[in-house]
């Protein structure tokens, strides 16, 4: 997959892009990030990108001149010509279906925005997807293309440990993670729970299973419509319900 990033603060880019999962995506190969300043494609002597807002109003507005004239540039530079997505806080909320969605893509252009918002005539014209990685304003697109870029990467296959563990993953079953204990078995007065260390394999995987949904039921009870739980796991979080039973402090 290769992913263009056009920003006019190409810096706030560089170091993430080059550690942790996104370097090792392209380490492995199978990412391939460029990045673009839109700033470099004006024309006139002061590079100018921004301009006042058509009917007043406080804020600048930035021109669509460069980011077409980028956007041209960019598509002649690779096949496919890509799908170009806007970060934006009035895009489609980000989660796992629409990571996985985008994920699928040969190519993505992944546009930040920055003032008081791009011309419409960039999100009309140009724009096919506007994503918002959660319900904020950022001072720019940037921290919000580091997060997309981080969650697509992490989809490209070879990239994790094993394929398995995008699977099991937080929100790829719907359920949020049960709770990880590494050694030592004894911290501080706080104890691992013995199941764990029982080396009974199948009665720890119903003890995570029952860890997840519960968690799920106690943080995040709007995931469960999508869950996929057995009668008698839905059982289960009513009686849990009902008695209050939950080890979770949140
Ligand atoms: C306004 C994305 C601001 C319009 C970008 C871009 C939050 C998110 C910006 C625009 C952003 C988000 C830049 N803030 N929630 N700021 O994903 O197109």
């Excluded at 490209?156 to 079953?173: D, F, I, K, N, T």
Aim: hydrophobic content about 40%.
């Amino acid at each position: 997959m290769r992913i263009d990033v056009l920003t006019l603060f190409p810096e706030m880019l560089a170091g993430p892009f080059d550690h942790s999962i996104i370097g090792r995506a392209r380490a492995a190969g199978v990412l391939e990030i460029a990045i673009h300043n839109p700033r470099d494609y004006t024309a006139d002597k002061h590079h100018i990108v921004d301009d006042y807002a058509y009917g007043g109003g406080p804020g600048m507005v930035m021109k669509p001149e460069p980011f077409f004239d980028c956007i041209d540039a960019v598509r002649a530079m690779a096949e496919p010509p890509g799908r170009v997505v806007l970060l934006t806080p009035q895009g489609r909320l980000l989660n796992h279906q629409v990571v996985a969605e985008l994920a699928r893509e040969p190519r993505l252009i992944v546009v930040c925005g920055h003032y008081e918002g791009v011309d419409e005539r960039v999100r009309e014209f140009l724009v096919d997807d506007e994503i918002s990685i959660g319900d904020y304003v950022l001072s720019g697109g940037e921290p919000a293309a580091i997060v997309l870029v981080d969650t697509v990467a992490r989809h490209q296959p070879g990239v994790l440990g094993s394929e398995a563990s995008l699977e099991e993953e937080s929100h790829a079953q719907g359920l949020l993670e049960y709770p990880q204990y590494t050694r030592p078995a004894e911290y501080r007065g706080m104890a691992v729970p013995d199941i764990l260390l029982s080396g009974h394999h199948a009665e720890i995987a119903k003890w995570r299973r029952r860890q997840s949904i519960l968690r799920t039921a106690r943080r995040r009870p709007d995931l469960l419509a999508h869950a996929d739980l057995t009668p008698a796991e839905r059982r289960l979080i009513e009686e849990a319900d009902a008695a209050d039973v939950d080890d979770d402090p949140a």
